[in-house]
């Protein structure tokens, strides 16, 4: 199983970004996936979750400006951030999930960077 | 939202010391607490799932209890690499939630 997040960076407040997690070594279409962000030397925080058959749930910080997607045909899970503010800064990771529960693979996670 | 409370917020071991790290619930989560492992610059490891579950290829020094609102990981006779941050996580209802983590350091 392996999981490589792409699409990060530094970007200005109120712009956008899409994140990108491809995913190997599984069948990517059987699995829910979840993305998680780690703000600079602080806790995990759970962001979006996309089922195997697309059903979403977000974290409410995010709600309404970030959109969790799947390509099951290129084995990638997006993740685009609109209306980005200062503390969406934070390692973004994509995570695998057999059932909603626990993260069984992470990926290496990609920085996004939100400042002026 | 369902909190999860860690302590210690830091812990100073030496290795080869047996240790509980604790983390509790703001409301019933049955078994749905799960521990992670995260070195520095390294991803979030799973250790445990559902409480008490064992996971593949994780060493048998770690172990996981309770349910409801209180559960504890248990390292025994802690090794030098495994220090590191420790999370839980609950899956009980949305949205999933981490506690802040403890950090268990080397005395």
């Known amino acids: 199983v392996q999981l490589v997040e792409s699409g990060g960076g530094l970007v200005q407040p109120g712009k956008s970004l899409k994140l990108s997690c491809s995913a190997s070594g599984f069948t990517f279409s059987s699995y829910g996936m979840h993305w998680i962000r780690q703000a600079p030397g602080k806790g995990l925080d759970w962001v979006a979750y996309?089922?195997?058959?697309?059903?979403?749930v977000y974290a409410d910080a995010v709600k309404g400006r970030f959109t969790i997607s799947r390509d099951n045909a290129k084995n990638t899970l997006y993740l685009q951030l609109n209306s980005l503010k200062s503390e969406d800064t934070a390692i973004y990771y994509c995570?695998?999930?057999?059932?909603?529960?626990?993260?069984?693979?992470w990926g290496q996670g990609v920085m996004v960077t939100v400042s002026s | 939202d369902i909190m999860l409370t860690q302590s210690p917020a830091t812990l100073s071991v030496t290795p080869g010391e047996s240790i509980s790290l604790s983390c509790r619930a703001s409301q019933s989560i049955s078994t749905n607490l799960h521990w992670y492992q995260q070195k520095p610059n390294e991803s979030p490891r799973v250790l445990i799932k559902y409480a008490s579950q064992t996971i593949s290829g994780i060493p048998s020094r770690f172990s996981g209890s309770g349910s409801g609102t209180d559960f504890t990981l248990n390292i025994n006779r802690v090794e030098p690499e495994d220090f590191s941050v420790y999370y839980c996580q609950q899956s009980n209802s949305w949205p999933l939630t981490f506690g802040s983590g403890t950090k268990l350091e080397i005395k």
């Open positions: 996309i089922s195997s058959s697309s059903g979403t």
């Open positions: 995570a695998r999930t057999i059932t909603t529960g626990y993260f069984d693979y």
